[in-house]
């Protein structure tokens, strides 16, 4: 014996008209959830509809920590990774990325685009994980036809098809509760019942034509296109009535999905559960890393082939290594103002103090300390020069400490030739007490 659920619906709380604006390069976009109106509507960070002309697009970007759905309406994109995954994706078609620890991709238009694309947060269980895709094409997507005149596109979750069809699930496996159906009624007047879990958040964003939402349907004011309708999360709700009120077609997405109990802190295309989380993305961005525990690579962007302390960097010229970390390089000089004249150099290349970022700057003043108590002197100098008039011989931003009890700076740069042996066991003993 089976039992059906009582169709209890859900209402309409609050309307959003998602204005236009400009986004990516050239791009226009229809934004509702992530304005002030409508932020965080967990576990969705960002919903937007775009539309692209010919020549605009989205070059690299980053994501972190979130999930993204790329959802295509019309005209086709070609997509691009820095893992090599590339592809087109056209009307219909659907690309479901997990971006988990970090990706960077592009999606630049082909044939004038348009295309769904709400930005999912992940639970924080799952915010490191390996990057992955999952795509469709549109005869892959799951199709469910409760009347003759309606057709429910299922991309993730299920919906009730023709007594033949039954039960029809979506093929696309997200991590954490999330459901995507694309709604086409060809007629005034179709009505269906939709289930929604109970206690999932849930919006409908009307694509074409007007929207009838809840159980009074003929009282209800109708949602309007570029509408975002959230609705309700009541005790004893189990799904939500929906009409088309439009004499020419209606078309809505309904999107539903399980809270996340859980802080979110979100920075542009990075969303995780603290600012220290943040900051890292921003560092591992910088570098080209995608995990807190990768090792540091220096990029195209933050390097110059030409310069003498880049190639110290990237080992191409040998050196006596004090310390290393993500974000900085630090040895000793071989030219010395005195002895345990040392250079700490940021891995973000950059010529002068305004150059670099600041939490690279802090980084650099901590591992000055670190430096000077291994030295075990009183009294020392912290230089950085900027420009040629303060004595700036070479392109890069480097505080220099220079430790000594017996030599202060004076007028001028009195280099002297290192003793090499000297030099050697020097950095040796140095470097034991780092």
């Not at 790329?70 to 090599?84: A, I, N, P």
């Not at 979506?170 to 939709?194: H, T, Y």
């Not at 962007?301 to 630090?330: M, Q, R, V, Y």
Request: charged share 25%.
């Amino acid at each position: 014996m089976t039992t059906t659920a009582a169709q209890v619906s859900r209402s309409v709380v609050k309307s959003i008209l998602a204005i236009e604006t400009p986004e990516g390069a050239g791009a226009m976009v229809r934004r509702s959830i992530g304005t002030s109106q409508l932020r965080n509507f967990t576990p969705f960070l960002m919903l937007d509809n775009f539309l692209v002309k010919e020549g605009a697009g989205f070059p690299d970007h980053p994501h972190r920590g979130m999930t993204t759905l790329t959802y295509m309406l019309e005209g086709e994109f070609e997509h691009e990774d820095v893992k090599g995954h590339k592809g087109r994706i056209g009307p219909g078609d659907l690309q479901f990325m997990i971006a988990g620890r970090g990706i960077m991709h592009s999606e630049m238009p082909v044939h004038g685009p348009g295309k769904k694309d709400p930005w999912i947060d992940l639970p924080k269980e799952h915010k490191l994980v390996e990057a992955s895709y999952q795509e469709r094409r549109a005869a892959e997507v799951a199709s469910a036809h409760p009347t003759p005149d309606v057709e429910i596109k299922v991309v993730c979750g299920e919906a009730q098809g023709s007594p033949e069809e039954g039960l029809v699930k979506g093929n696309v496996r997200p991590l954490g509760g999330c459901w995507f159906m694309d709604f086409i009624m060809s007629k005034k007047g179709e009505r269906v019942f939709q289930p929604i879990p109970r206690g999932w958040n849930a919006f409908i964003y009307t694509l074409e034509g007007e929207t009838l939402i809840g159980d009074s349907l003929a009282s209800s004011e109708p949602i309007k296109q570029y509408h975002t309708a959230v609705l309700s999360n009541n005790e004893g709700e189990t799904g939500v009535w929906l009409e088309s009120a439009s004499t020419d077609r209606t078309r809505f997405v309904l999107v539903a999905g399980e809270p996340l109990e859980q802080p979110i802190v979100q920075h542009g295309p990075f969303s995780m559960c603290t600012k220290g989380e943040i900051q890292q993305a921003f560092m591992d961005y910088q570098f080209e890393r995608n995990s807190s525990t990768s090792t540091a690579t220096m990029t195209s962007h933050h390097k110059d082939d030409n310069c003498i302390f880049c190639k110290i960097i990237a080992g191409d010229i040998p050196s006596f290594k004090l310390i290393e970390t993500d974000a900085l390089f630090s040895f000793l000089d071989i030219g010395p103002l005195s002895k345990g004249h040392a250079l700490v150099i940021p891995k973000y290349h950059g010529a002068k103090l305004h150059d670099i970022p600041d939490e690279h700057l802090g980084e650099i003043l901590k591992t000055l300390k670190k430096i000077a108590v291994a030295q075990g002197v009183e009294n020392y100098n912290i230089l950085q020069n900027n420009g040629r008039i303060a004595h700036q011989e070479v392109d890069v931003f480097i505080p220099k400490p220079s430790a000594s009890d017996k030599e202060g700076l004076v007028v001028g740069w009195p280099a002297q030739k290192a003793d090499m042996d000297e030099l050697k066991a020097y950095y040796e003993d140095l470097r034991t007490k780092l």
